[in-house]
């Protein structure tokens, strides 16, 4: 190629690029400069609690100004909270979205949640559980609309317990007693599995034992990790870890089903939504399991913790906070709704946080699995009975995973679980007073 | 060295003609860069630019805090954090360990097959370098999930095999296993790669110098060690510079594990750490911050090395 015709080459491309950008930036303009009809309000929803397309189109048919689509995502520890605080930062969230109740005070500090008092959220109080309302709330601003919550009670080996000639425990006490004959009779079995690195269950049982790991104190938090109640809970534990009478693999992996098919694991202290993973993980054992309420600190009380439990929440990017406000209290409090969600078997199995869902026959029916026992009679008498005072801080997410860390130390032995609280307590306050909170002890 | 030309003196014949070289023709070359250059200054430079900026920022909040932080610029702040943090000590001490352990092995037996697929011993070549090259083909992350069957004891072969045999079970993923047991799954996915560097490497030794050293007496393992090795050197930095930097930034295997070990803590390795606090605890400008330190790390080892072989490496 000669020099002229590489010139004219070059700048031949050059104008065609040059055109191009400037037809591509022209062209965007216009389209929003269109006339638009009076247009559906178009929302979008995070969730991953399963089937909730029926619950979804019912508001779509009942609501026909508003057209709401659900994304089915994964679980929000897997990945989802991760990308709403993404899409927060970016100020293109969805317009609403799933979040568990610990989760709640992180996703407020980011600034990111919408208060649904200005749009009529607050009358909707008296319909939910109380503690599920208080943990949604924050004076009179209306975070969060209640979904489902997490009661947690005492599944067991029924066979198990039967074959060894054990009573069903009722007090801490007798557990730790059921420990040692269990491991007694048979060393492969362990009463149960420890999971150091799943903060949530152990915080459960924390919460069971009256620990207010969080306060509001007017305008400062009052942090407690390593109170009284949680260091007697943790003290239990590490005599059960000394002992060597529970394992400690981490749960919710194969290893972890495993145990659940063959007995390695006798009992697991979990919540209403439990009952499905193990019909789901543990097809062979049916009949095998019942459940019984979680162990008493003293005889004859009745007091109980909760593990996981989500919300509905409108995030600050949407356009439309009054729709969104009025899908997420339709979801969770319309009877129609809250059935769909309830349905063990076209819905999700949901456990309502709606005291009226609590009634309905779906939630109290006999299940096959484990032996026709009504389970949920269990778990209705745990939820009425569950701290309404428990309050989650606003760094749960460093709670967490320091929580991991410290108690994987003490199940190596490094430490004990004591002081894996006391730990945990100082690296709680120090990284919320790093991040600007101001911090009571 | 190739001979090159000597410059043309400017003659009185050329003197007479005008310079006909056209100023934009030499624009020409940046044209054809630009879609690379273009990419690179989108996804290399632009994010790398961003996250130094991050780096410098942090968030404040108040009182009870629960409403949206406001940014402000902390300078150095950050990098203060990260000297006084012991967890991430704890991180890069860790890997810097695991780099040690597990960078020579891997590339002294990538050596080693290299010599033997180019050695005249050997049958089904062909076979045998495809074999050691397909864990390089397989995903990371399906990698990993793979051995988290082979090390989990409810599930692994090797471990009952073990148990079979008589001796103590032995846990992949205990305390003082689980590094060497990721240094296990890297080496069987990288080893193939850097074998096959190697392999090319000692390929292209012409045959001649292979005839002088036969000539000179020299045989079997003597030609490995005293023409192969030294001819194949430039190739064997290159794969060790590439090893340090994938090394230091290990993210996939421990974040695999994690899922069926105790025993990977939320600041394991330097990488980790990082993804942890970005995605986990919501800390993006300390995660920008620990990315940056990474990234000079890298860059001082790397360097480093490359200038401590300067003698080998012909660079």
């Keep these: 190629m000669n020099n002229r015709s590489q010139s004219r080459w070059t700048r031949g491309l050059l104008t065609a690029l040059v055109v191009a950008g400037v037809t591509a930036a022209g062209v965007a303009p216009r389209h929003a400069q269109a006339q638009q009809p009076r247009a559906v309000v178009n929302l979008s929803f995070w969730s991953w609690v399963p089937n909730l397309n029926t619950s979804v189109d019912l508001f779509n048919r009942t609501h026909p100004g508003i057209h709401v689509t659900w994304n089915k995502v994964v679980a929000g520890n897997l990945g989802t909270y991760a990308k709403m605080f993404a899409a927060l930062k970016a100020n293109n969230a969805p317009d609403l979205g799933q979040v568990e109740y610990q989760f709640l005070p992180t996703f407020e500090a980011t600034g990111g949640l919408v208060d649904m008092a200005p749009y009529g959220a607050s009358a909707y109080k008296n319909q939910f559980v109380p503690w599920t309302w208080s943990q949604s709330t924050l004076g009179n601003q209306v975070f969060a609309i209640p979904q489902d919550s997490g009661p947690m009670a005492m599944y067991y080996r029924a066979d198990l317990f039967a074959k060894y000639h054990i009573a069903v425990p009722t007090t801490w006490a007798q557990y730790a007693a059921a420990a040692v004959k269990l491991h007694q009779a048979d060393p492969n079995l362990a009463i149960t599995d420890f999971p150091p690195r799943d903060a949530g269950w152990f915080i459960g049982l924390l919460w069971q034992r009256g620990a207010r790991l969080f306060r509001v104190n007017g305008n400062a938090w009052k942090v407690a990790i390593n109170d009284s109640n949680a260091t007697a809970v943790a003290q239990y534990w590490q005599t059960m870890l000394s002992k060597k009478l529970v394992k400690t693999d981490p749960d919710f992996t194969q290893g972890w089903f495993k145990d659940l098919q063959t007995g390695g694991a006798a009992t697991w202290l979990s919540a209403v939504w439990g009952a499905n993973t193990i019909i789901d993980n543990a097809t062979g054992t049916a009949g095998k399991w019942r459940v019984a309420p979680m162990p008493q600190w003293t005889a004859g009380a009745s007091v109980y913790g909760n593990w996981g439990g989500s919300t509905t929440v409108v995030f600050k990017s949407t356009k439309h906070p009054k729709e969104a406000t009025a899908f997420a209290e339709f979801l969770n409090s319309n009877t129609g709704s809250v059935v769909k969600m309830i349905d063990p078997l076209k819905g999700a199995a949901l456990y309502p946080a709606l005291k009226a869902g609590l009634d309905q026959p779906a939630v109290v029916q006999p299940v096959t699995f484990y032996g026709g026992q009504r389970i949920n009679t269990v778990f209705n008498a745990a939820s009425a009975k569950v701290d309404v005072n428990f309050q989650w801080g606003p760094t749960m997410d460093q709670v967490f995973a320091d929580m991991s860390d410290d108690f994987s130390n003490a199940v190596n032995g490094k430490i004990t679980l004591v002081q894996a609280l006391n730990q945990l307590q100082q690296s709680t306050v120090a990284h919320m007073q790093k991040s600007g909170f101001t911090v009571q002890q | ?315």
């Design chain 2, 1 to 315: 060295m190739a001979v090159q030309a000597a410059p043309r003196a400017p003659t009185a014949a050329n003197r007479l003609q005008p310079r006909r070289r056209s100023r934009r023709g030499q624009a020409t070359p940046y044209l054809f860069i630009l879609p690379f250059g273009l990419l690179f200054l989108l996804f290399f430079l632009l994010p790398i630019g961003y996250a130094v900026v991050q780096s410098l920022l942090s968030s404040k909040r108040s009182g009870l805090g629960l409403g949206a932080p406001t940014t402000v610029f902390n300078g150095l702040g950050n990098f203060g954090d990260a000297m006084h943090d012991p967890a991430f000590y704890a991180g890069v001490g860790r890997v810097l360990l695991y780099g040690v352990v597990q960078v020579p092995i891997m590339l002294g037996v990538a050596f080693i097959l290299a010599l033997l697929m180019d050695s005249t011993v050997i049958r089904f070549k062909n076979f045998f370098r495809l074999a050691f090259f397909i864990p390089y083909a397989i995903p990371g992350v399906v990698g990993a999930l793979l051995w988290t069957f082979l090390y989990d004891p409810q599930f692994s072969p090797i471990v009952s095999l073990i148990h079979h045999a008589g001796l103590t079970s032995f846990d992949f993923l205990g305390e003082n296993t689980i590094l060497w047991s990721i240094a296990n799954i890297v080496t069987w996915e990288w080893t193939g790669y850097n074998m096959i560097i190697l392999f090319a490497a000692l390929q292209a030794i012409p045959g001649e110098v292979y005839e002088a050293a036969r000539m000179d007496g020299c045989t079997g393992i003597g030609v490995a060690r005293y023409i192969k090795a030294p001819l194949v050197a430039p190739a064997l930095v290159l794969t060790c510079v590439l090893s340090i930097i994938g090394t230091l930034q290990t993210f996939t295997e421990p974040q695999v594990l994690s899922g069926i070990s105790n025993n990977i803590s939320t600041s394991f390795m330097p990488n980790v750490y990082a993804y942890n606090q970005a995605f986990n605890a919501n800390n993006y400008y300390y995660a920008a911050t620990l990315a940056v330190i990474l990234a000079l790390v890298t860059f001082v080892f790397s360097f480093g090395f490359l200038r401590l072989t300067q003698r080998y490496s012909g660079v």
